[in-house]
């Protein structure tokens, strides 16, 4: 969400950020329902004012034995036009809302400009993509000639973009998460949570889902909504409250099944389960004091690397352009990890900068150090990582000639000692 004292200050500035974003300029049509708001606000200001002094005339009539009755009327009257008055202001307010609310986050002044991935910028690269004297074979590939990954049983369960997981790869996509949030709590700082994985509307409008991407979540029959992420839950625990600044960095990491529609996403990954509609990942959420955020952003990211580091899969990082910025993110870098089946890479972590944008919609806040001053905090969120996309890039990266798989050394305590998948 934006603060209309900032865009009151400069509109110039705003639609130049807008523009960023491959928006018009949307000061003007904001400037004016504010403009309308506030001169509303101001007559029933003056009404409550002459209410108030209509109060003190009564009761001084009263008191002297007088007629009220004509000064009461007034009173009612005046009763009637604020109330009119209120509702306008309301009715505007809502306006400037739902205008508000679905304006993406203003990008970070060193987020390169472009229209779409393909202006995205090679950060930094990791590691080599392994040579094969074989051609590698595609973990869906892998995983079916193992028996071991059952895409038609999964079918008949639940339809497309759905898989089961058999034997040695169940445990491997088990040891995967438990490893990882294993690393964020001993060695990075992160404290461990378990979430809902059913949220209100008011947790999904927080994290800035609603109203923008409701075609992209499931919603249950009662009204409330599964997670895509525990971004979600993890964030809004922040929401309404006011954190004092000692607490920050509040820093928090969770293993949760995930589910999104993949709205738009058909004829896109469909063999195999690089795109599913439900899938577990280890979340980091980090809620910190504005003059930290950027270099919590850092600091969430080399948390992300050190997992693939850990397991020795090939990576890049990639400064996300303008125009592949998610919506409620400043500033974005994208994790992709090689996958020599597919012979290219994809995307396994995305951390975000999302400053003050998510905690304005939930009203998040921290006091100073004096006791008094209020402020918004920052939020970030980091993937760390997508297991099912880890545990593609382990099958296909550790695969061998005879079609078994390696497990990588950081695994095995979590795989009783299994050195080797099949074979």
Same mark, same amino acid.
């Given at each position: 969400?934006?603060?209309?004292?900032?865009?009151?200050?400069?509109?110039?500035?705003?639609?130049?950020?807008?523009?960023?974003?491959?928006?018009?300029?949307?000061?003007?049509?904001?400037?004016?329902? !504010? &403009?309308?708001?506030? #001169?509303? $606000?101001?007559? =029933?200001?003056?009404?409550? +004012?002459?209410?108030?002094?209509?109060? @003190? *005339?009564?009761?001084?009539?009263?008191?002297?034995?007088?007629?009220?009755?004509?000064?009461?009327?007034?009173?009612?009257?005046?009763?009637?036009?604020?109330?009119?008055?209120?509702?306008?202001?309301?009715?505007? !307010? &809502?306006?400037?809302? #739902?205008? $508000?609310?679905? =304006?993406?986050?203003?990008? +970070?002044?060193?987020?390169?400009?472009? @229209? *779409?991935?393909?202006?995205?910028?090679?950060?930094?690269?990791?590691?080599?993509?392994?040579?094969?004297?074989?051609?590698?074979?595609?973990?869906?590939?892998?995983?079916?000639?193992?028996?071991?990954?059952?895409?038609?049983?999964?079918?008949?369960?639940?339809?497309?973009?759905?898989?089961?997981?058999?034997?040695?790869?169940?445990?491997?996509? @088990?040891?995967?998460?438990?490893?990882?949030?294993?690393?964020?709590?001993?060695?990075?700082?992160?404290?461990?949570?378990?979430?809902?994985?059913?949220?209100?509307?008011?947790?999904?409008?927080?994290?800035?889902?609603?109203?923008?991407?409701?075609?992209?979540?499931?919603?249950?029959?009662?009204?409330?909504?599964?997670?895509?992420?525990?971004?979600?839950?993890?964030?809004?625990?922040?929401?309404?409250?006011?954190?004092?600044?000692?607490?920050?960095?509040?820093?928090?990491?969770?293993?949760?099944?995930?589910?999104?529609?993949?709205?738009?996403?058909?004829?896109?990954?469909?063999?195999?389960?690089?795109?599913?509609?439900?899938?577990?990942?280890?979340?980091?959420?980090?809620?910190?004091?504005?003059?930290?955020?950027?270099?919590?952003?850092?600091?969430?990211?080399?948390?992300?690397?050190?997992?693939?580091?850990?397991?020795?899969?090939?990576?890049?990082?990639?400064?996300?352009?303008?125009?592949?910025?998610?919506?409620?993110?400043?500033?974005?870098?994208?994790?992709?990890?090689?996958?020599?089946?597919?012979?290219?890479?994809?995307?396994?972590?995305?951390?975000?900068?999302?400053?003050?944008?998510?905690?304005?919609?939930?009203?998040?806040?921290?006091?100073?150090?004096?006791?008094?001053?209020?402020?918004?905090?920052?939020?970030?969120?980091?993937?760390?990582?997508?297991?099912?996309?880890?545990?593609?890039?382990?099958?296909?990266?550790?695969?061998?000639?005879?079609?078994?798989?390696?497990?990588?050394?950081?695994?095995?305590?979590?795989?009783?000692?299994?050195?080797?998948?099949?074979?």
């Amino acid at each position: 969400m934006h603060d209309i004292r900032a865009i009151r200050t400069d509109p110039a500035a705003f639609d130049a950020a807008m523009a960023r974003r491959g928006l018009g300029a949307q000061s003007e049509a904001i400037l004016a329902l !504010d &403009a309308s708001r506030r #001169a509303t $606000l101001g007559l =029933l200001q003056e009404k409550q +004012a002459k209410r108030n002094e209509l109060s @003190r *005339d009564i009761g001084r009539a009263k008191r002297e034995g007088s007629e009220t009755e004509e000064l009461e009327a007034q009173a009612v009257s005046l009763r009637v036009e604020m109330d009119l008055l209120q509702s306008q202001a309301d009715e505007v !307010d &809502a306006q400037i809302k #739902a205008v $508000l609310e679905a =304006l993406p986050n203003i990008l +970070a002044a060193e987020v390169p400009d472009g @229209r *779409d991935e393909s202006a995205n910028v090679v950060a930094k690269t990791w590691g080599q993509p392994p040579g094969f004297n074989i051609v590698p074979r595609q973990h869906f590939e892998l995983g079916e000639a193992l028996g071991l990954m059952d895409f038609a049983g999964a079918a008949k369960l639940a339809g497309a973009r759905f898989t089961v997981l058999r034997g040695a790869l169940a445990r491997l996509e @088990r040891a995967l998460g438990q490893f990882m949030i294993d690393l964020h709590t001993t060695e990075h700082g992160y404290e461990e949570m378990v979430v809902p994985s059913l949220v209100n509307d008011a947790t999904v409008y927080g994290t800035s889902q609603l109203p923008k991407f409701a075609e992209d979540l499931f919603r249950t029959t009662d009204g409330r909504w599964l997670i895509p992420t525990a971004e979600v839950p993890l964030t809004n625990l922040a929401g309404g409250e006011i954190t004092p600044v000692a607490r920050l960095p509040w820093r928090m990491t969770a293993l949760t099944d995930c589910f999104r529609s993949e709205a738009g996403s058909a004829g896109r990954d469909t063999r195999g389960m690089l795109r599913q509609h439900q899938f577990r990942k280890v979340e980091m959420v980090s809620i910190v004091h504005p003059e930290e955020s950027e270099a919590e952003h850092e600091r969430m990211t080399r948390c992300a690397e050190t997992v693939l580091e850990r397991l020795g899969l090939p990576y890049r990082r990639m400064v996300l352009c303008a125009g592949d910025t998610g919506f409620g993110a400043a500033k974005t870098f994208d994790l992709e990890v090689w996958l020599p089946g597919q012979g290219a890479w994809r995307e396994i972590s995305s951390c975000s900068n999302m400053r003050g944008f998510q905690a304005r919609r939930m009203n998040a806040r921290f006091r100073a150090a004096d006791g008094k001053t209020l402020g918004f905090v920052h939020s970030l969120n980091g993937s760390g990582l997508a297991v099912g996309r880890a545990l593609i890039a382990v099958m296909e990266t550790y695969q061998l000639a005879d079609g078994s798989i390696t497990v990588p050394e950081v695994l095995r305590p979590y795989m009783g000692g299994l050195e080797r998948i099949g074979g």
